[in-house]
């Protein structure tokens, strides 16, 4: 079934902790995977960008030599009155827009789409795209950038869309305790990338450790779980960010009492490179 209007995603606040608390969090980096909790989302780490109005921003991902180098992604927050004229300054970089908060306005191709909360957006590398917060109140929204590589005879074309739209698929044999919501058909070859969400009911399992070449970043929208991630279990919830490099095994069981959710991105699609030149 399509997710109902009611749907919530958590999007971080900011702030400071007081004084008076501890600074153990549950934030880790290893040689195959980073935990980044919500907990240590603060003000402190957000940053500006160039271009952009009213806006700040907290990087979750960026390439890093020796561990996952195929994407960028971002929360980012939009003050009242904020935005872009220009959302992306590389030609070469397709992205992702997917709304947590709030309502913003994307212009693309000569046409306005306002986005709520679900709203998705994949903007084609070379696309000249906008993105305006009109409203009175703050929006946020999940930024995913990957540089595009084209192949011939085919090529991505921006679209836009709701999550509350698309039929969640079910993964064979798991009686529906494990779905896939696709944005994108995984036999279509012009994409390089997929940024799909994820659904487990409480209970449910990743039954076995997904060993695989797929880079990931996996923002949890909703719930908790516990993650097997390269033998090591760890504890996350809304909000937290799980960062993998290829080949990081990975499983997780999934707590209740509500569904567990996470936006999901993987680099798909194309032969590995080998010559560099």
């Given at each position: ?103 913003l306005t994307l ?159 993987k680099d798909v ?9």
């Open positions: 079934m399509t997710q109902p209007q009611t749907t919530r995603y958590y999007t971080p606040q900011g702030g400071l902790p007081g004084q008076e608390e501890l600074l153990t969090d549950r934030a880790i980096v290893t040689e195959a995977y980073t935990v980044i909790p919500r907990g240590v989302l603060r003000d402190i780490v957000t940053s500006n960008l160039p271009g952009w109005e009213k806006t700040r921003l907290w990087v979750l991902a960026r390439p890093v030599e020796g561990f996952a180098t195929t994407f960028a992604q971002y929360v980012v927050e939009v003050s009242p009155g904020g935005g872009a004229d220009q959302g992306e300054i590389e030609e070469t970089v397709q992205s992702v827009v997917f709304v947590t908060e709030g309502t212009t693309v191709g000569g046409a306005e789409h306002v986005l709520e909360p679900g709203g998705y957006a994949y903007l084609a590398a070379g696309d000249q795209w906008s993105l305006h917060n009109r409203s009175d109140v703050k929006a946020a929204f999940q930024w995913v950038r990957k540089v595009y590589e084209p192949i011939e005879g085919y090529r991505a074309t921006t679209f836009v869309t709701r999550e509350q739209d698309i039929e969640p698929r079910p993964m064979p044999d798991t009686d529906g305790a494990w779905a896939t919501t696709r944005f994108v058909d995984p036999d279509d070859l012009a994409h390089d990338m997929h940024v799909n969400i994820v659904t487990f009911q409480p209970g449910g399992s990743i039954p076995f450790a997904e060993t695989h070449i797929m880079e990931h970043g996996l923002y949890v929208l909703e719930g908790k779980a516990v993650y097997r991630l390269n033998g090591d279990w760890v504890e996350v919830q809304e909000g937290d960010f799980m960062w993998l490099r290829a080949f990081c095994p990975q499983a997780c069981y999934a707590g209740g009492p509500k569904p567990f959710r996470y936006l999901l991105y699609n194309r032969q590995v490179r080998l010559d560099r030149r």
